[in-house]
């Protein structure tokens, strides 16, 4: 008799234990990893790997009250392609910031590092500043459509005495259904205090989610100035490019 009443009891516990996962509350914390390969890196409308192929990837951390910190990485070319002797091959990106959805709208505040490790011999700073670059910016999305102003507290990408330059933007996304959708940009990228610097990019693409990929297929242009954006091969960095990029989230 007493076996019996034990045994039921074990019964009923462990048969309330699925209900009580099923109440336990959800992780505060996300942690999410992306790679990508692409036929080349554009940034602002800028070639950064010189016509070539580049490797990506990087990972975030997001915090139910909003906050969030990731990090993300690329190869590079530029620097090199530029003449001087450097040898900075990859691009690493810090960023943190807090963002937070009110209905459809959304909010996002935060600060964005972007370190270049290698190499800078004499020649490139006697011609350059070093190209690690600090910007603070603030965005608000509606559904589809997302404003963006990022502000540089330190010299732009190597241009020697631009502290300040901004970069306004303008940036459109909007699901087709099937895994399809489509997205606009335009920016324009001001230079303090360096001629022929300042410059507008814009782009227009097309993304599939496939389940185990998702392909991306834009177009790109500018209309940076060329004797300024150009390297040593003469190639044209803000000329209209068409890429495609293979990413994965996970």
């Known amino acids: 008799m007493r076996l019996s009443i034990i045994a039921a009891s074990l019964l009923s516990a462990f048969a309330a234990l699925p209900a009580l996962a099923e109440d336990a509350p959800a992780s505060p914390h996300t942690f999410t990893g992306n790679i990508a390969v692409t ?11 010189n016509n070539r192929p580049a490797i ?3 990972f975030d951390y997001s915090h139910a009250s909003g906050l969030y910190v990731g990090n993300w990485n690329s190869s590079i070319s530029w620097i ?6 450097a040898s900075a091959s990859t691009e690493m990106d810090v ?7 009110f209905g459809d709208f959304t909010f996002d505040v935060g600060s964005l590092y972007y370190y270049y490790p290698g190499n800078y011999p004499g020649s490139w700073t006697d011609a350059y500043a070093k190209p ?6 603030g965005a608000a999305s509606w559904k589809w459509f997302t404003l963006k102003y990022s502000n540089a507290t330190t010299s732009v990408f190597g241009n020697r005495g631009s502290n300040g330059s901004g970069y306004s933007e303008a940036n459109f996304a909007y699901d087709l259904g099937d ?10 990228q001001q230079i303090k205090h360096v001629y022929n610097a300042s ?8 993304t599939k989610d496939w389940g185990f990929v998702t392909t991306g297929l834009a177009w790109t242009g500018t209309t940076a100035k060329k004797d300024f954006y150009y390297n040593t091969v003469n190639s044209d960095l803000g000329k209209s490019r068409v890429t495609l990029t293979v990413s994965k989230t996970f």
């Open 39 to 49: 036929s080349e890196y554009i940034y602002r409308g800028l070639a950064q790997t």
């Open 56 to 58: 990506q990837g990087g």
């Open 80 to 85: 090199g392609d530029a003449g001087l002797g």
């Open 95 to 101: 960023y943190a910031g807090f963002k937070k959805a």
């Open 132 to 137: 690690n670059t600090l910007e603070l910016y």
């Open 179 to 188: 895994g399809w959708g489509v997205n606009a940009h335009a920016g324009h």
């Open 199 to 206: 410059y507008s990019d814009y782009k227009v693409g097309v």
